[in-house]
């Protein structure tokens, strides 16, 4: 009975979750800082992939899916940051 009623508090913690504000600006400045390093020129298919999620994430946001809205915008986060990289690399390459 005990771990039921603890099962039970942690799934409506879960359900109650906030929406995921930290992620979704982590993910919008690492694709504002990828487009700055040039990545529509350097990375476009990392930097694209990364503005579908960010768009899939405030999709989700409004419906008050925050889970996978936090998924959709760590996901981004992580396409612009390589964007970035890969921006970099071929910026250092060049010179």
């Given at each position: 009975m005990k771990h039921f009623a603890l099962a039970c508090l942690l799934l409506i913690a879960a359900?109650?979750?906030g929406a995921p504000v930290?992620?979704?600006?982590?993910a919008r400045q690492?694709?504002?800082?990828?487009?700055a390093?040039?990545?529509?020129?350097?990375?476009?298919?990392e930097l694209g992939r990364a503005q579908t999620l960010?768009?899939?994430a405030q999709r989700q946001l409004q419906r008050h899916e925050y889970q996978d809205a936090?998924?959709?915008a760590l996901e981004a986060r992580e396409e612009a940051?390589?964007?970035?990289?890969?921006?970099?690399?071929?910026?250092s390459a060049q010179d």
């Open positions: 359900a109650c979750a930290q992620e979704m600006s982590d690492a694709i504002r800082a990828a487009q390093a040039g990545a529509q020129e350097r990375a476009p298919a960010i768009e899939d936090q998924r959709s940051v390589r964007a970035l990289q890969l921006s970099r690399e071929a910026a």
